[in-house]
């Protein structure tokens, strides 16, 4: 996280030039509709380097702007020879600067200089045993048989002037491509994710020894940065912040204090979906060990009220976000005046929020909104406040090392991320005060037993999701009919993918005998073994 590379707070957005990282060390990826295109970026980022996400669509003008070390072409769900395909500009391949083409970007380069892209007589998805005939440059280190990743279709039939095999698979003769004299690198695997062995061998070998990048995106850059950064915004002005307890707003509240001092207040609203006992610990907290004050505001039944009604997922996100504004805009004439609202923004609640794809007969890149987020998504169009978002460029793994730098504690640092519409997402259907004391009790179970086993960081999340089903149970020899909750335990590195975790037997037992016993009102728990994708991690 290097400080000449951090994003412009005002309203940045991907694709755009920030002033901050113009002439600066940095990968640039440009995205072609892949689901792994954010993956690319923090793996780049892993290495201590900047990185960022950018369109397809970006000119020429903007990449000699931003006068990156590298690119990389990342994968994309089309083929290049359809008609709509995603093509970037052309005039890439003249920059004097290295590329890496991973799976459609290979394709593409393949095809914009002069190469043949066709369909595969075989497809070739999941794991394939990569055989290396060069192991200098791109795959120095990277072991002959590393299993690597692939997910394609098509293959290269010819390939342009000037470019040799690196390396191939059973079904995949041009697996690894290059042409040597121009850094011009291929790969028709996908080396970002976990199941390709030696993937990060590579990357490094791109960005450090290709495109001759220094590690110095780090932490304590990135934080002194963001420091000037808001000062220069801010100046002497107040701001606003919406303290939730997590880990990204906690660690947006150290880092404005730092900046700007008593110019920062941090307001807490009770909204009435918050876990059990956390407003006042989080406001006790902030108030006495970390000596930052908080105003605390009850606002628990006008929410709920919002509520009344409202089954559908996407409005109760909407409704939850409408209502902290109004909230932070009512608030604020009582404290104020305040300039700026500050968000804990995340990369990923960007990408989620407003998530884009190729449409394969357009070629016009297609909005693919999986879920709005609270602080991305609810915003209305005329917002009072301007907003300062400093960590919207960093994924979660980054923030919590920012956090660590601040002297924030651990209980919140690996605080696993909650989100912003709380419980009201965690309660399907209809939200009802008796189903979130249901759904608020038995969530009180699984933090207890989960804390006590030990096991509290083995995972990225762990909830209870109270379903909109009641079902037939017996207690004490009578009948009971009564709610259903499922247990939701995933693994992930930073919430962009998941897998459900293996939870030990008699930790689930424990969770399930307590809630069904202890909790009037549920009779049933189950397990969700979904992964993301196809899954969300919420279920809302």
């Not at 293959?155 to 850094?183: C, Q, W, Y």
């Not at 651990?410 to 419980?423: A, C, D, N, S, W």
Request: net charge negative; aromatic share 8%.
């Amino acid at each position: 996280m290097t400080p000449s590379q951090t994003t412009a707070l005002p309203d940045a957005d991907a694709g755009t030039a920030h002033p901050a990282q113009v002439g600066r060390q940095m990968i640039a990826i440009l995205d072609f509709g892949s689901q792994y295109s954010e993956l690319i970026a923090r793996r780049v980022r892993e290495t201590q380097v900047y990185s960022e996400v950018l369109s397809w669509r970006t000119s020429i003008e903007q990449l000699r702007r931003l006068n990156p070390r590298g690119i990389i072409l990342s994968g994309g769900p089309n083929s290049v020879y359809e008609e709509y395909a995603p093509q970037c500009d052309p005039e890439i391949w003249q920059l004097g600067v290295p590329v890496l083409g991973v799976c459609y970007g290979m394709q593409l380069m393949v095809q914009q200089l002069g190469g043949v892209v066709e369909r595969s007589e075989r497809a070739e998805y999941g794991k394939a045993s990569l055989s290396i005939d060069d192991p200098t440059e791109l795959l120095t280190n990277v072991e002959d048989g590393s299993i690597m990743w692939m997910s394609h279709s098509d293959s290269v039939i010819r390939m342009p002037e000037g470019f040799e095999i690196l390396a191939h698979t059973h079904n995949t003769p041009a697996a690894a491509i290059a042409s040597h004299d121009r850094k011009l690198y291929g790969v028709q695997f996908h080396p970002e994710v976990v199941h390709s062995r030696g993937g990060m061998a590579m990357l490094r070998n791109f960005v450090y020894h290709i495109c001759g990048c220094e590690p110095d995106w780090t932490t304590e850059a990135f934080i002194e940065e963001a420091i000037r950064e808001v000062r220069a915004r801010v100046g002497e002005k107040r701001v606003l912040l919406a303290l939730s307890g997590g880990v990204d707003s906690s660690t947006l509240a150290f880092l404005l204090h730092k900046a700007i001092g008593d110019n920062l207040t941090c307001m807490f609203i009770d909204q009435g979906f918050m876990r059990k006992n956390e407003p006042q610990r989080l406001v006790k907290l902030f108030n006495e060990q970390f000596h930052i004050p908080v105003e605390y505001v009850d606002a628990s039944e006008r929410f709920i009220s919002r509520l009344d009604g409202v089954s559908d997922p996407e409005l109760k996100r909407k409704a939850v976000g409408a209502e902290f504004i109004q909230v932070f805009e009512q608030e604020s004439l009582r404290l104020g005046p305040f300039d700026y609202l500050a968000q804990g923004t995340l990369y990923p609640d960007i990408i989620e929020s407003s998530g884009e794809n190729i449409d394969p007969k357009t070629g016009e890149r297609v909005a693919v909104k999986i879920k709005s987020h609270h602080n991305v998504g609810g915003l209305p169009k005329n917002l009072r406040f301007k907003l300062v978002e400093p960590l919207r460029r960093l994924f979660k793994d980054e923030v919590r090392k920012v956090g660590r730098s601040l002297g924030l504690p651990e209980e919140i640092v690996q605080r696993q991320p909650f989100p912003g519409p709380g419980l009201a997402i965690r309660v399907l259907g209809e939200v009802t005060p008796e189903k979130l004391h249901l759904v608020r009790e038995a969530d009180f179970i699984l933090r207890q037993e989960v804390n006590r086993a030990g096991v509290y960081n083995d995972y990225w999340q762990s909830f209870v999701v109270l379903l909109p089903v009641k079902t037939v149970g017996v207690m004490g020899d009578q009948r009971t009919y009564a709610y259903t909750v499922a247990l939701r335990f995933v693994t992930s590195e930073d919430g962009m993918t998941a897998d459900w975790a293996r939870v030990p037997y008699d930790l689930l037992e424990k969770i399930s005998n307590r809630i069904v016993n202890e909790v009037l009102g549920i009779n049933r728990v189950v397990l969700d073994i979904t992964s993301k994708p196809p899954g969300t991690i919420e279920w809302e």
